[in-house]
């Protein structure tokens, strides 16, 4: 596609509901990147996949929070019994190839509000 | 650890008046930088990126940023704010040992008066 592509736009979930986040990176693009943007606050790595292997999830807040890219491309970020704190914009990009000098492109994000 | 300290929360500037956002960056190998612009309720748009070639980088919308290794910097400036300059923008490093994954600052966000 011509840009990264996430739905839902808006999710609002009750606290203690699984959600589930969906990316289409631009087509061809090996890495693919998960960010969590609270309110007022800079963007904070999740996770990063080169290709369906998950290389890097040091960022992970907790076990609730999984992703997977099954096939290199659509990847999918779960949480699981959403709590409040889970309130944020999530952003997914991706990257053409593996090194860190090319352009990471971003997805217009994911808005979660739990109540 | 990479990490990045952007000065200013918010900046305000009267139109046509010149624009500096400051960034600092701490990297304990030779990093590449970048400056995201985020508009409300929009993803992060790149407007410029430092790769270890030329220091003074000239990116889109008339912005530009000097990379300035003994000060650990890299500005972005402009020479004249516009008021479709509003916006959010991020300062953010990286390097290849960590997969190139982006380490942003916490955003200044920029206010352009008539």
């Known amino acids: 596609g011509a840009g990264v592509s996430q739905s839902p736009r808006y999710k609002v979930a009750k606290r203690g509901q699984d959600v589930a986040l969906r990316c289409d990176p631009i087509s061809g693009h090996v890495s693919l990147f998960w960010y969590q943007q609270a309110l007022g606050q800079g963007p904070e790595f999740l996770t990063y996949?080169?290709?369906?292997?998950?290389?890097?999830k040091s960022g992970l807040p907790s076990d609730r929070f999984f992703a997977e890219r099954p096939e290199g491309s659509v990847s999918t970020l779960k949480i699981q019994r959403t709590q409040q704190e889970d309130s944020a914009v999530y952003l997914c990009a991706s990257r053409q190839y593996g090194t860190g000098g090319n352009t990471i492109y971003f997805g217009e994000g994911s808005w979660l509000t739990v109540v | 650890a990479q990490s990045v300290t952007q000065l200013g929360s918010h900046v305000s500037v009267s139109e046509g008046a010149l624009v500096l956002l400051r960034c600092n960056y701490s990297?304990?190998?030779?990093?590449?930088l970048f400056w995201y612009v985020q508009y409300p309720n929009q993803g992060l748009q790149l407007l410029l990126k430092?790769?270890?070639?030329?220091?003074l980088v000239k990116g889109i919308n008339g912005f530009e940023a000097e990379f300035k290794k003994s000060e650990t910097s890299f500005h972005l400036t402009k020479p004249s704010a516009h008021m479709s300059d509003a916006a959010e923008y991020f300062c953010a490093v990286s390097d290849d040992n960590q997969g190139g994954k982006l380490i942003f600052g916490q955003g200044t966000e920029l206010s352009v008066k008539p």
């Open positions: 430092y790769t270890s070639a030329a220091t």
């Open positions: 990297s304990s190998v030779p990093p590449y």
């Open positions: 996949f080169q290709n369906e292997a998950q290389l890097d």
